[in-house]
């Protein structure tokens, strides 16, 4: 079947050192660029042949090609952030109007939070959420 698609896919390579799977694999994204940037890091993951799929999941779709979805699967990880911290910015204005002004100072927090975040990289939301049990992998079986 994947010589069907072979056009879509970007050869990674092919490593002896594997630690997880036999392949072949196809590493894929939402867009193709975070595959692209850790190709080097994910190839080392397989025994066999790896790719990448080119443009991710983003030009895959309106291309009208199959994709299998784990329906179980969370939310990405970045929405989950959208998520808890509009929540809190709302919950933080809300308290600050109807109950103390000082409640302003949770959506601050999570404006500050948010601000560090984009300027470093490191989200400590998204890390917190990673600990959540809905965010720990399940078997697909």
Not at 24 to 50: D, E, Y
Not at 100 to 108: C, F, I, K
Not at 134 to 141: A, E, S
Request: glycine share 14%; proline share 6%.
């Amino acid at each position: 079947m994947l010589s069907e698609f072979s056009g879509r896919f970007h050869k990674v390579g092919k490593h002896s050192n594997a630690q997880t799977h036999a392949g072949p694999v196809i590493f894929h994204c939402k867009s193709g660029m975070r595959t692209q940037t850790n190709a080097a890091a994910l190839c080392g993951c397989v025994r066999g042949k790896s790719y990448l799929l080119v443009g991710g999941l983003d030009a895959w779709k309106p291309a009208g090609l199959p994709i299998a979805k784990y329906a179980k699967a969370p939310i990405p990880m970045q929405r989950q952030v959208m998520i808890a911290a509009g929540s809190r910015v709302l919950l933080g204005a809300a308290i600050g109007q109807l109950v103390n002004p000082a409640g302003r100072g949770l959506s601050a927090f999570v404006g500050a939070g948010l601000v560090f975040a984009g300027a470093t990289g490191i989200c400590a939301m998204a890390n917190i959420l990673a600990l959540a049990p809905w965010n720990k992998p399940q078997p697909q079986g």
